[in-house]
């Protein structure tokens, strides 16, 4: 018998510790990160076209510092990132879930008229 309530505790704790780690703020990132997956996502779509609604974009991409990106609207599943080439000056648009997962990328033109606004 005592050895079944040993069991049922260490069972009880390990429930505990795993409803703790997974809190209201699970699989959310911080901004830092979403403009970081911006970056890498724009130097991903110079070599191949991955799905997404740009297709693959020009090399330039590869060269923009993260001041070029910023995050233009935070909702409350996923961010936009709007990012800026001012070689080519173009705009592109990242919609980047909360959990990290780039769900496209869209041209200035392309996202403003799907959008309903501009930013």
Known sequence: MNIF?????????????TTLAHSDDHGKISADKVISIAQ????MLTFKDHGMSVGKIDKSWNDLAKAQFRIVEERKSNFIVK????????????NISKNGEVKDVKDGR????????SH
């Open 5 to 17: 309530k040993k069991i049922i505790l260490i069972s009880t704790l390990a429930m505990s510790a």
């Open 40 to 43: 890498k996502s724009a130097k």
């Open 83 to 94: 990012a800026i080439n001012t070689k080519t000056k173009k705009t592109l648009y990242f």
């Open 110 to 117: 392309a996202f403003n008229d799907g959008h309903g606004h």
